[in-house]
């Protein structure tokens, strides 16, 4: 993805031949260790030849050797945590960072080097009218809508249990934001068109940052990656359906973030169905101080500067005056 969008956005790239490493398959975690090993000459000449001042590890793999080139070379070392625990790359170089700046406080994980800054979220989130969003999605100033997504290819279990739920009984009360991400839509859009309960269900392949959506929505059911983050900076309650194969199962411990705030429901994806959302979301609705409560706990969670905080820590560890 990044080898688009870099360059989209008008920023040169230099990319390192390394794969993520699979736990549960020795070979393929062998071969992992082994690219990450031949990708530092590679890093290092890269931080060279760009004069790099400083390096900043966004925590995927790729950062494990670039983190390491740049201490090396003595460049300082600047690292983000998205998730309610460190990757195997932030594991390996927090010690030796200058400062690491961690979306949530993690337990055991503090010092003079460690800064909890939140996690930065898309400009569009934070400027978005909600005004102007509902006319776009066509709902009314005094209508309830459900904004469902689950990531830019969707998930699965929350696609077919919303269309389920929502567009194929009768009954339904609230608009319905439908965000399915690429590799259902298609399905999805006829399974919609066939369906007993189409109006209001606004079907969507891709948004590219999610302001319009969030904007429009009174309640979310979505996953809890780094989008928990989106929430909480536009004060959105949820449901969250914590995906259950990621690393370190750290989607249930995002999603934990918000249920303990008493932001947020928690699903597991086991245990998702049409019927218990068809039966949970209109419970939700049908209690509007309930989720005036939710929505304020959300939005106490949010860390708007997040963005700013971590550059200002970029620039202090770089010897420039935030």
Known sequence: MEANLVPEAGYEIDLLDLSGIDRKNPLKAARAA????AAMPKARKALKAREADI???GGGFVAGPAGLAARSKGI???????????GLANRLLAKRADKVCLAFPIEGLAGDNVLVTGRPVNRGVLSADRDAARQRFGIEPDSQALLVMGGSLGAKTINFAAMGGFAERTGRKFDVI???GKRDFAELKVRLDGSVNPDGYTLIEYEPDMGDSLAACDLVLGRSGGSIFE????GRPAVLVPYP???????????SWMVDAGAAKVITDEDLSADLIAGLIPRLFADPGGLERMAARSAALARPNAATDIADQVMIAAGVPA
């Open 34 to 37: 082994s690219q990450a090993a």
């Open 55 to 57: 390096v900043m590890g």
């Open 76 to 86: 300082p070392l600047v690292l983000t945590e998205a998730d309610r625990h460190l």
């Open 178 to 180: 439908h965000v399915s």
């Open 231 to 234: 929430l909480t900076a536009v």
């Open 245 to 255: 194969f990621a690393t370190a199962d750290h989607q249930t411990a995002n999603a």
